[in-house]
């Protein structure tokens, strides 16, 4: 399978029949080294960013859209739309490719009727753009991941997730910081973090082989700026995999232990740590569940829950989020984030910090996460996170991400004029008991 298209909808089908993420499909489908492996990917993620509203305009013309999981034609279609719209390929190479691919996995009449449809959508393209192309999430993912949140705050957080999100770097060394953005221009952030809009190939930017740098979006980073001076501390990094935090609490002079359930992804920490120059102290693969209950080591000054959640803060950059997540999988993070709040206790000392963090929009992953955690457990109070440790410049354009509680949330239309940010929260425990 060589049409650069016809993969694209391949993935489309893995991701929204299956429910697999976009870096999944690529994976199976062994078509990373591609030639038209950028083409690929700016179809498939439009098509997902603008699916709903692909959607909406088709319904105008096909009065029975079909029901169920969606088929390859049907995906070819909304494909084949998303390119006519919102990508500057030429009408007709559009719709004689997907036609030719639509006839080649069904028949005639099947490709006849995606002609018809396809040129009436070239034909009125310009009223079709006139309308609010500003929509990105279903009613079911409003109604049960943003249930929380108010109707213009979703609009806000539509408006701004529309854009392609930029690369974030997070320097290894911050005494070098300047002089690494004087070679790659970008935006240096109020964390320290430099921001590209346009990247190209990662392994040929500058620093990228010296290790001087880790790809780790704004938000991401916060966590570990979040503990302050963390020099020759005893931290345990669970679910650490695949490094981000891991090397920034090496860089920061943490004695780190890094643990991850998944052999793969800590084969990718370790490369990462190797490229970086960096070394952990202990990597262990094991359950976190499993390896909290059975502890009888050191305890340790910090653990870093990094908790697995429903991922559903990253959809500007995931958007297969928007349409497979759904409360059944919330709840179930729920459950695993609650057991390993309660059995980090048997690893940490006494005074010890417990950060709990996920990269979820979710408030009951978050906020409530938090707070029924606490009324349950007297032996821990909630630390106010501090901006002064999250800045290292341009303190007046630091977002407002620290809440009445002291806790981190952010949200894609934080720093949006830069580009925005993924969707985290983060909570900042003390044992006191």
């Known amino acids: 399978m060589n049409d650069s298209r016809q993969i694209a909808i ?26 038209d492996i950028a083409f690929i ?31 390859f034609t049907d995906l070819a279609i909304e494909t084949a739309v998303a390119e006519i719209l919102f990508l500057d390929t030429p009408d007709y190479a559009v719709l004689n490719s997907y036609v030719n691919i639509i006839k080649q996995q069904s028949d005639k009449y099947i490709a006849n009727f995606a002609n018809a449809i396809l040129r009436n959508i070239t034909r009125q393209k310009t009223e079709i753009l006139q309308q609010n192309t500003s929509i990105l999430f279903s009613d079911k993912f409003k109604t049960q991941i943003l249930k929380d949140y108010s109707s213009i705050k979703i609009q806000e957080l539509e408006q701004c997730s529309m854009i392609i999100p930029p690369l974030d770097l997070t320097i290894k060394n911050h005494s070098q910081l300047q002089d690494i953005n004087q070679h790659l221009q970008g935006i240096i952030l109020p964390n320290g973090t430099i921001r590209l809009q346009h990247s190209g190939k990662i392994n040929e930017l500058y620093g990228y082989n010296q290790g001087l740098w880790w790809i780790q979006d704004f938000a991401a980073s916060l966590p570990v700026l979040a503990l302050g001076d963390i020099k020759d501390k005893n931290v345990l990094d669970l679910c650490a995999a695949p ?16 643990l991850d359930i998944s052999h793969s992804r800590l084969n990718t920490l370790q490369e990462n740590l190797q490229r970086l120059n960096l070394q952990a102290d202990n990597i262990v693969c094991d359950n976190a569940v499993t390896f909290l209950q059975n502890y009888n080591g050191t305890l340790f000054d910090i653990i870093l829950l990094d908790a697995p959640c429903s991922a559903s803060g990253t959809f500007r950059r995931h958007p297969e989020l928007i349409h497979t997540k759904n409360q059944k999988d919330i709840d179930k993070s729920v459950e695993i984030q609650k057991r390993l709040l309660e059995l980090s206790s048997q690893a940490l000392k006494k005074e010890g910090i417990l950060l709990y963090t996920v990269c979820s929009i979710t408030i009951q992953e978050g906020e409530a996460q938090i707070a029924n955690f606490l009324q349950k457990h007297p032996e821990y109070k909630l630390i106010p996170i501090l901006e002064s440790d999250l ?41 006191v008991q």
Do not use: Y
């Not at 490094?243 to 890094?258: D, H, Y």
């Open 10 to 35: 391949t993935i489309l089908q893995k991701i929204l029949n299956e429910g697999m993420f976009f870096s999944e499909a690529k994976e199976l489908l062994q078509i990373d080294k591609h030639k």
């Open 391 to 431: 800045t290292t410049q341009n303190k007046n354009d630091f977002p407002n991400i620290i809440n009445s509680n002291g806790c981190i949330r952010t949200f894609p239309f934080h720093l949006k004029e830069q580009g925005g940010m993924d969707s985290f929260f983060v909570a900042k425990l003390q044992k």
């Open 41 to 71: 990917n700016m179809l498939v993620l439009t098509t997902l960013r603008r699916r709903i509203f692909i959607q909406q305009a088709l319904h105008q013309f096909i009065k029975k859209p079909h029901k169920g999981a969606p088929r």
């Open 243 to 258: 490094g981000g935090k891991t090397a920034q609490l090496i860089s920061r002079g943490a004695k780190t232990t890094a």
